[in-house]
């Protein structure tokens, strides 16, 4: 009902509010509580992760409702920076999957690359740390999955597609901001970005996490 509310009546809203950014993190609230309640169901220091990771990210929601001011837009990514070290800590270490990692960091690097130019004083070395934050987090979800080795969970699943989507929503952000506008960008980013908490936050129901 949260989400169905802020996309009808603030998504595409001329001025920021806060009764906006008070609805636009109700949904990941409602996925703070949802991990609350199933924190013991399976390795209740994982879900702890996730749960820190879940409320530094209702706080970034909140600041980044003013984008366009570029304090907030800082304190938003710091926020969501926070988040993604916490999912990276919460999916760990192994397996490794060091050429995955390579990969998905080049990937990461093109896309940095492609919005440098867009980018003024402190904003690029911000938003290079962040990526390196986002890309330790999506290489550990991928690499915990094991999709080929046939030891995947629906929960690690869950995870990865969680990863996976985050870094959607961002680079829309990323491409919005600092490349060029996209139409519905607001829809694309915040439906791509609730989802991927969605997936994030049913990854605590995994007994082998």
Sequence with gaps: MATSTYFNTFVGAAEPSLSGAIVKCLPIVALICFTLMFRNYGNSSYAGKILIGLFFSAFGDVF???????????????????????????????????????????????????????????????????????????????????????????????????????????????????VLPIAYAQHIIMSTYYAAQLCLALSVLDKEA
Excluded: E
């Design 64 to 178: 980044l409702t003013w984008k366009n001011d570029t304090k907030m837009f800082l304190c938003g990514m710091a926020a969501f920076g926070v988040a993604q070290l916490m999912f990276g800590v919460a999916f760990g270490t192994k397996p490794t999957n060091i050429p995955l990692g390579g990969v998905l960091s080049a990937l990461f690097g093109v896309a940095f690359y492609y919005f440098y130019p867009g980018m003024k004083g402190i904003m690029a070395p911000a938003v290079l740390v962040y990526s390196l934050l986002i890309t330790y987090m999506v290489w550990r979800a991928c690499a915990r999955t094991q999709l080929t080795s046939g030891k995947w969970t629906w929960p690690r699943l869950a995870a990865m597609i969680g990863a996976i989507l985050f870094s959607v929503s961002d680079f829309c952000i990323g491409l919005n901001k600092f």
